[in-house]
C-alpha cells in the first residue's frame, strides 16, 4: 500500500472520477459531507486541509480527508461542520492504521462515522455509538406522512392554518434567491440562543465555507437555502446539502417570536414534500440527539465516535486514559 497526501485542490480529474464512482457504488458514502466538492470548497478556505490518496499496486483504492491539527491528530474536513466522516473507497480491504501512519499522522479524531463499517470499526471508542435519524421517502411522502404520529401532523397542520389566518400565506421557498441575506438570518437566530454558533461562527472560514457550499451547484454536493415565511415575512431558514439522490440538514433556525408555531418541525415537513417531489429518497437529519429528530425519522442508522492512532501504544494509553476518566466520580462542593 502506498499514501500520498495532496491539497484537496491538487487531485485532478482521474482522482475525481474515481472518487465519484466510489460514492456511486457504495451507498453508504453518498453523503454530501464524503464527496469531494465538500471537500476541496474547505480546502480553498483552510489551508491544513489534505487529502490522503490510498494506492495498492499503483490503482487508487480509496481516500481520506482530513486537517492537519498542529501537533495533535488530524480531524475531519471541515471540522466541526462536518456531520459525516470515513474513507471513500472502492470497498478494497484497508488497514486504517497502516494509512495514517503513511500519511505522517500522529492519528486522525471522528465523532461521526457509520458504526456498520469494517475499516473503522476496531477504532471506536466505547459508548459512542448513537442512532443517527432519517427520513425516508422511497416510498414518496404520503406513505412517509402516514408513518408519522397522526396528532404531530394534525397538530402541524393546525398550526400552519393559525398562523396564516394570523400573519398570511405560509409558503415554503426550496431555494433562496438571496442566499446571503437568509443564511446571515439563520446565523443570528442561532447565535442568539447556542454559544457554539457564535464561536463557529467568529472564525471567518466557516462563514467562508457555508456561503460557497450554499450556492453549490455540483451533482455531489449541492446548497439550498430553505426559507419558510408567513405574509412574505421570513420566520425559519435550513441549509441543507443535496447528493444525487438524499438531503444532508446542516444548519437551520428560526426566529423566537414564531417559536409556539414548530417552525423547525413545519419547515422540515414541508422541505420532506418537495424534496420527494424532486426524486429525493432521504432526510439525514445527522447524528445529534435531539428530540424532535427522531418524532419526525422514519429510519435511522448507526454511528460512533472514535480514533486511529499511528501506533499501537498510544491508542492503548488512550484507551487506558479513557477507562479512567469515565471512572472518575464527579466532586461537588458545599457551603
Known amino acids: 500500500m502506498r499514501v500520498t497526501v495532496v491539497p484537496p485542490g491538487e487531485l485532478g480529474d482521474t482522482e475525481a472520477d474515481l472518487w465519484a464512482r466510489f460514492q456511486r457504488s457504495a451507498p453508504d458514502a453518498a453523503s454530501p459531507f464524503l464527496s469531494l466538492t465538500f471537500t476541496q470548497v474547505v480546502g480553498r478556505h483552510r489551508g491544513a486541509a489534505r487529502v490522503a490518496v490510498i494506492e495498492d499496486g499503483g490503482t487508487i483504492t480509496a481516500f481520506l480527508p482530513f486537517e492537519r491539527a498542529g501537533t495533535g491528530p488530524a480531524l475531519p474536513v471541515g471540522h466541526p461542520m462536518n456531520n459525516l466522516q ?76 393559525a398562523l396564516g389566518r394570523q400573519a398570511g400565506p405560509v409558503t415554503l ?20 440562543k447556542y454559544d457554539g454558533t457564535r464561536q463557529l461562527f467568529a472564525d471567518p472560514t466557516a462563514w467562508a465555507i457555508v456561503t460557497e457550499l450554499a450556492g453549490s451547484a455540483s451533482a455531489d454536493c449541492a446548497g439550498t437555502v430553505g426559507v419558510l415565511a408567513a405574509g412574505g415575512q421570513p420566520f425559519a431558514v435550513a441549509l441543507w446539502l443535496a447528493g444525487p439522490h438524499e438531503l444532508a440538514a446542516w444548519f437551520a433556525a428560526y426566529d423566537p417570536g414564531f417559536r409556539r408555531s414548530s ?73
Request: glycine share 10%.
Open 86 to 161: 470515513g474513507f471513500v473507497s472502492s470497498g478494497a480491504p484497508l488497514d486504517a492504521r497502516q494509512v495514517i501512519r503513511q500519511a505522517g499522522l500522529r492519528g486522525w479524531r471522528f465523532d461521526n462515522v457509520r458504526a456498520a463499517g469494517d475499516v473503522l470499526r476496531p477504532h471506536h471508542y466505547a459508548g459512542t455509538q448513537v442512532r443517527c435519524p432519517v427520513v425516508d421517502l422511497s416510498g414518496g411522502y404520503p406513505a412517509y406522512a402516514s408513518s408519522l404520529s397522526k396528532s404531530l401532523t394534525s397538530e402541524i397542520a393546525r398550526r400552519r392554518r
Open 173 to 192: 421557498t426550496w431555494d433562496s434567491a438571496t442566499p446571503e441575506d437568509d443564511l446571515r438570518r439563520l446565523v443570528d437566530w442561532k447565535s442568539g
Open 263 to 335: 417552525p423547525g418541525t413545519m419547515i422540515l415537513l414541508l422541505t420532506a414534500e418537495e424534496a420527494a417531489s424532486r426524486g429525493l429518497a432521504h432526510i439525514d437529519l445527522g447524528g445529534g440527539q435531539d428530540e424532535y429528530k427522531f418524532r419526525l425519522a422514519n429510519s435511522s442508522y448507526p454511528v460512533a465516535g472514535g480514533a486511529v492512532w499511528a501506533y499501537r501504544a498510544e491508542e492503548a494509553a488512550r484507551r487506558a486514559y479513557r477507562r479512567f476518566a469515565h471512572r472518575q466520580p464527579t466532586l461537588t462542593t458545599t457551603g
